[in-house]
């Protein structure tokens, strides 16, 4: 009987227990920990991103004083396939950084700095800074005042800025020179994309444009990308605009990888210096969008590769697919060439 009555009483409880389980508010709870900044403050910077990709941004909501933060969290945008390694021009060897130790009464062999000659230093500097960490580009706003000048962070008056851990939003609030701004930034859960809503009279007004930056890597072991020297030593350029869209592409000795940028309404993107490219909303009223899709292809061939190969595909039922592959060679090297 005793047995049987205990039985019962652990049903109930797990009756119980489930039952409130299934109540609990878990947006509720999880927006408790949503974090607040109310200034610039370097060390609290905030970051959306998807396990793959993040982009960290100061209290406008993108990275627009990348600068100020260096000496504290860096307004990073970073991916997985983002690496980098300068040329080997010395062909320095691995087995150069290696010494040799006796432990538990055998040698072995580890790769340590201390070196014991010029050409050992050589190597151990070279294979500590490579490969490295890419910082993808400094994407931020360029706020103007009323006579023209370019505004600077002592301008901006932050008002409140929410990162939302439940649905991975940051809404940033400031003003400049009374004017309000509200920026919504976002990162796509499958894809290198960050995401924009900017809510201003300003944009009317044309005292907001965006500028993506390329800096250089720094060979250092905190990169804060913010590093501009050496503008001979890498290449970007504009590969292809449109009225709502244009593709950047970032060369790197040996590597590249190319911004893609898609923007609501009118808008114009040109290059004003060295690997500073500026993008500026055309629009009558006080809202606008755009988003920038970091990728090691170029997403505008991709996408016309993709569509021309099923064309093609079809093409090869009619005229054979000997001809219908030739065509879409050519087409292909058009693209690239466009």
Same mark, same amino acid.
């Given at each position: 009987m005793m047995k049987k009555q205990l039985m019962l009483l652990g049903l109930l409880g797990m009756t119980y227990l489930s039952s409130y389980a299934q109540k609990v508010n878990r947006k509720a709870v999880v927006e408790r920990h949503t974090v607040s900044v109310a200034s610039f403050d370097t060390l609290a910077?905030?970051?959306?991103?998807?396990?793959?990709?993040? +982009?960290?941004?100061?209290?406008?909501?993108?990275q627009s004083f990348p600068s100020y933060y260096t000496n504290g969290v860096p307004l990073g945008t970073?991916?997985?396939?983002?690496?980098?390694s300068f040329p080997n021009k010395e062909n320095v060897k691995f087995e150069e950084t290696l010494k040799e130790y006796t432990l538990n009464g055998r040698k072995v062999t580890y790769s340590v700095q201390?070196?014991?000659?010029?050409?050992? =230093?050589?190597?151990?500097?070279?294979?500590?800074?490579?490969?490295?960490?890419?910082q993808l580009g400094n994407l931020g706003f360029i706020f103007?005042? =009323?006579?023209?000048?370019?505004?600077?962070? *002592?301008?901006?008056?932050?008002?409140?800025?929410?990162?939302? #851990?439940? *649905?991975?939003?940051?809404?940033?609030h400031f003003t400049l020179e009374g004017q309000p701004v509200t920026?919504?930034?976002?990162?796509?859960?499958?894809?290198?994309?960050?995401?924009?809503?900017?809510?201003?009279?300003?944009?009317?007004?044309?005292?907001? !444009?965006?500028?993506?930056? +390329?800096?250089? #890597?720094?060979?250092?072991f905190l990169d804060s990308g913010t590093n501009y020297k050496n503008p001979d030593q890498h290449q970007s350029a504009i590969v292809s605009a449109q009225s709502q869209?244009?593709?950047?592409?970032?060369?790197?000795?040996?590597? !590249?990888?190319?911004?893609?940028?898609?923007?609501?309404?009118?808008? *114009?993107?040109?290059? !004003? !210096?060295?690997?500073?490219?500026?993008l500026t909303p055309k629009v009558?009223?006080?809202?606008?969008?755009?988003?920038?899709? +970091?990728?090691?292809?170029?997403?505008?061939?991709?996408?016309?590769?993709?569509?021309? *190969?099923?064309?093609?595909?079809?093409?090869?039922?009619?005229?054979?697919?000997?001809?219908?592959?030739?065509i879409l060679k050519e087409v292909q090297m058009s693209v690239q060439k466009s």
């Open positions: 910077s905030l970051s959306v991103g998807n396990g793959r990709f993040a +982009f960290t941004v100061d209290a406008t909501g993108l970073q991916s997985v396939w983002g690496w980098h201390g070196a014991k000659n010029a050409k050992s =230093k050589e190597a151990i500097n070279y294979y500590r800074e490579n490969p490295h960490r890419l103007k005042k =009323k006579d023209g000048n370019t505004a600077q962070i *002592t301008d901006i008056v932050v008002q409140n800025q929410q990162l939302n #851990p439940y *649905t991975g939003q940051i809404t940033s920026v919504l930034t976002v990162c796509d859960p499958n894809q290198d994309v960050v995401s924009v809503n900017i809510q201003s009279t300003l944009l009317k007004t044309g005292q907001i !444009q965006v500028f993506l930056k +390329f800096p250089f #890597p720094s060979n250092q869209s244009a593709v950047v592409k970032h060369q790197l000795d040996a590597d !590249q990888y190319f911004v893609r940028l898609d923007w609501s309404k009118n808008a *114009t993107i040109a290059s !004003q !210096q060295a690997h500073e490219f500026i009558e009223d006080g809202s606008w969008e755009f988003s920038a899709n +970091f990728s090691e292809k170029n997403l505008r061939q991709l996408v016309i590769s993709l569509l021309l *190969t099923n064309v093609i595909s079809r093409l090869g039922k009619a005229f054979g697919i000997a001809v219908a592959q030739s």
